[in-house]
């Protein structure tokens, strides 16, 4: 997690490095810091530096502009502030380990070491960074070390952050966002800071007036990224609302086509975990663990009173570890499906599974008939029944 930033800009050390594979995250909060510092130094020295290096050339050039910046004293005194912008030579690339960009590196961190301090500030910002090297072992002694960790699905808390994320993007705009809204916008974005913050500030231009973003908002003009096209095959799979289904599995296989990252088995897995929290739905409604209906933020606080050692620790089976609005948005659909449905599903997506893997057919052809016979009868031929029936 980020460290706390700075109270004010005065209380800051001379020496900051903000870093991190969350490249928004960073960038923000370097520009924060700077848009400080030079609100507490107006007439001093502002200096910025390109340290984005497609070469060790480039590399070796940034280092010598701050080596320069760094000896040169403003003409009329006051405070100098330097801001080394987008370092991407600290880790381990080509142009990190070529040689002369090494040493030129380590050069600076005993320059940094032995520098006086007086009057003169360093910003740099930069993405990957080596711990293990001696530059960064000198700035965490130095300097304040801000590390910013990009968001990833395999962090067990990921949308959790996603949501704290996207929260403060509202409050920064001036609105309110309601729980599903916000829980919804995560469940389309995904892991992707950047991405998240685009979406906040499109949903706040599209709400006009209004002072809070609703879930219809977020369905209105929701991402139709990768993640989202994946939500909302799912989604409309839990629905049973087959015309849907079909458009969204036509979006997911023309994607393919572009897409060497996406496959017929990585839409499977997709609705294999779609049917399997359907089944945990039906269950914890069942047992009387859940209850449907109500709004998404009662459901959190049903969630969050569930016993901790009732569930499996396998994530896929554990309704605390599984994304509270996937499994909001099941426990809604759950009464369209009975067990048996559910099950039988399981069923086909092994069978299926079997033969994208194993027979020459076209994957289309196979996943398209895969839905047909797994969503069955249109949403509006299917009554919504108690799910413990």
Same mark, same amino acid.
């Not at 039906?282 to 709004?295: S, T």
């Not at 609005?325 to 369209?336: D, E, N, P, S």
């Not at 016979?373 to 919504?384: D, K, M, Q, W």
């Given at each position: ?18 870093? %991190? ?22 007439? %001093?020295?502002?200096e ?11 590399? #070796?050039?940034?280092?010598?502009r ?27 690339? &080509? ?26 500030? #360093? ?18 002694k ?48 995904g892991?992707?800071? &950047? ?6 500030e ?37 629905? &049973? ?16 086509k ?12 997709g ?22 209906? %109500?709004?998404?933020?009662g ?18 089976y ?26 039988r599903?399981?069923e ?9 893997v ?13 839905v047909v ?12 029944r108690?799910? %413990?029936?």
């Open positions: 997690m980020p460290a706390a930033p700075a109270p004010a800009a005065a209380a800051a050390p001379p020496l900051v490095l903000v870093w %991190g594979d969350d490249d928004h995250a960073v960038t923000r909060r370097a520009r924060e810091l700077w848009t400080q510092w030079q609100a507490a130094a107006p007439g %001093g020295d502002h910025v530096i390109d340290a984005a290096a497609t070469a060790s050339a480039d590399a #070796l050039k940034a280092l010598a701050l080596h320069e910046a760094l000896q040169t004293l403003p003409f009329f005194g006051g405070t100098k502030i330097i801001w080394f912008r987008g370092c991407n030579f600290l880790a381990e690339d &080509r142009t990190s380990e070529a040689r002369a960009v090494a040493e030129g590196v380590a050069a600076l961190a005993q320059t940094l070491k032995d520098f006086r301090w007086d009057g003169v500030r #360093l910003l740099i910002s930069a993405g990957k960074v080596d711990r293990r090297k001696a530059f960064y072992k000198t700035l965490e130095l300097a304040q070390v801000e590390a910013h960790a990009g968001l990833s699905a395999d962090d067990r808390d990921w949308a959790e952050k996603a949501e704290a994320l996207a929260a403060r993007e509202f409050q920064a705009a001036g609105r309110r966002v309601t729980a599903e809204a916000l829980a919804a916008l995560v469940a389309q974005v892991p992707n800071s &950047r991405l998240l913050a685009g979406e906040c499109k949903l706040a231009v599209y709400a006009g007036d209004r002072p809070e973003i609703t879930a219809a908002d977020v369905e209105a003009v929701g991402v139709r990224a990768k993640h989202a096209r994946a939500f909302a095959l799912a989604d409309a799979v839990g629905d &049973r609302d087959l015309p849907r289904v079909l458009r969204r599995l036509d979006e997911e296989l023309w994607a393919m572009t897409d060497r990252k996406r496959s017929g088995l990585g839409l499977l897995y609705l294999i975990t779609k049917v399997r929290c359907l089944l945990l739905a039906r269950e914890l409604l069942r047992e009387g663990l859940l209850r449907a209906g %109500g709004e998404f933020a459901f959190k606080a049903q969630l969050e009173r569930l016993p901790a050692g009732r569930f499996a620790e396998d994530d896929r554990n309704p605390r570890r599984i994304t509270s609005y996937v499994l909001f948005r099941a426990t809604q659909q759950a009464g369209r499906w009975t067990t048996a449905e559910l099950v599903g399981m086909l997506l092994l069978e299926c599974n079997r033969r994208l194993g027979s020459q057919l076209d994957d289309a052809l196979l996943l398209q008939q895969l016979e797994l969503v069955g009868a249109p949403a509006g031929r299917v009554a919504s108690p799910a %413990g029936v």
